[in-house]
């Protein structure tokens, strides 16, 4: 009992409730994977990939194709013995998210087998999580209104999308800062700064006695020196996201001492890149965030999951699944607004 005995793969589209605007890309809908393991005593697991190549280079036409190679590849494994489908799914170095989607679909499948939830299963640190919710570039006007409604709704911990303009951007935080008082700002450019131009966003934000919490890829993945530069000349802790996609950028992150947060995203590493990751910022004394793509609730499940069983996140920015039209929830956790719990 416990053997995989097939591997499905299937296409499918949600549609954003509004377009969803980051520097240099604009969203209104997300193709995902959805990968479905099948055990032999009947069991099923389900993980999703969310491809991206604007960070990872995927494309989903490309991922599709891979159905055949995971099953030839993983069927007949027991799921009981799952680091052994890790290592085998390592070496699917171009294809992260659907790495990352096989890889938790086997730890559903296994979760479902033996009747104790994956975050347990992952060590079970915490049995709750908060989570940001995202403010993306509009019109100025928009999005104050929208930080505005964040808050209202319960928010505490709010993502603010810069990187286009820096003028106006620094005109939004301190609007923002005005109207959502006693919150925490995750700021994330996107590598849409230079080194200078972020150092300057950081000092006016600073000197209008604003905080922010963390300051997410301001400059380019491959800049690690203007990422060091703008670490060494900011109040704030600054984070690597593109720069930091496996296990091997976040080693020379550590060895280059050039961030203070890491964001572990499923899609860019897998499950077992990102728990490496997690033991390599422990030991180096750095922080971590977690994040996502445009995974829907069943891929947002496999981030909540992870980050419950082993509760090494300061911040959880876990949100694209609200920001999706869904037909049903399938993630096995419930949201009360900001808070995360797991469903027992």
Known sequence: MGKIVDIK????RYNFYKPFHIVGSISSEATNIEVEVTLDSGAKGYGEASPSFRVNGERVEALLQFENFVKETITGIDVKNYRKIFDITDKMFATPSLKAAVQYAVL?????????????ILGGAKDKIE???????????NRIEEAKSIYNEGFRVIKIKVGENLAEDIEVME??????KGAKYIVDANMGYTPKQAVEFIKKVYNMGIDISVFEQPVLANDIDGLKFVRFNSPFPVAADESARTKY??????????????????MKSGI??????VEMAKA????????????SSVGINQSVHFAL??????FHDLDSHLMMKEEIFRGKFEQKISEIIPKE
């Not at 950028?249 to 499923?266: P, Q, S």
């Not at 077992?272 to 990751?277: F, P, Q, R, T, Y």
């Not at 180096?284 to 995974?295: H, T, V, W, Y």
Request: net charge negative; aromatic share 10%.
């Open 272 to 277: 077992s890149d990102a728990l490496a990751i």
């Open 175 to 180: 609007a923002i800062f005005e109207v959502t």
């Open 9 to 12: 793969f299937t296409l499918k």
């Open 108 to 120: 559903d499948a296994f979760s479902e087998e033996i009747g104790i939830p994956v975050y347990q």
């Open 131 to 141: 989570t940001d919710k995202t403010v993306g570039i509009d019109s100025f006007k």
């Open 249 to 266: 950028d976040v080693l020379r992150l550590i060895k280059e001492e050039a961030v203070d947060y890491i964001n572990i995203k499923l």
């Open 309 to 314: 069983g082993t509760g090494a996140f300061n």
């Open 284 to 295: 180096a004394n750095l922080q971590l965030m977690i994040g996502c793509m445009s995974e």
